[in-house]
């Protein structure tokens, strides 16, 4: 049986990228696209279980609703982040967190969180046009 590397140079390569952390987890220009209501799709199955999109109404994680501009770990109102949240810097863009949903043990190893992340790029970029949606709304 051949490998995989051998019959896809390229793919090997461009994951390899990716693990390293020298190519974004998402389509070049794809801050800007993205199908919200996909995205609200992928919300209701993926992230719906432990948030929620409505301002100020938490649940097992913050409310999603604002998340893009805001800084890490600081929902007003939500309190049980894990030290890895409460300690991460920064604000969460459209670039961070297809990162993170791309792989979260690799951006925060010490979170709590039990969630394996998106594998599908557009579906990392549905999910931010929806979330961007909700800001808007």
Known sequence: MRSHTRRHPKRAAAGAALAAGLVMPWPAGAQDAGDPERGRAIFLEACQPCHDAEPGSHQVGPSLHGVLGREIGTAEGYRRYSRAL??????????????????PRAMFPEQRKRYD???????RVDLVAYLRHLDNR
Do not use: I, K, M, N
Not at 87 to 103: F, H, M, P
């Open 86 to 103: 409460e300690q991460a810097e920064g604000v969460w863009t459209a670039d961070r967190l297809a990162r993170y949903l791309s792989d």
């Open 117 to 123: 992340g998106l594998g599908r790029a557009q579906d």
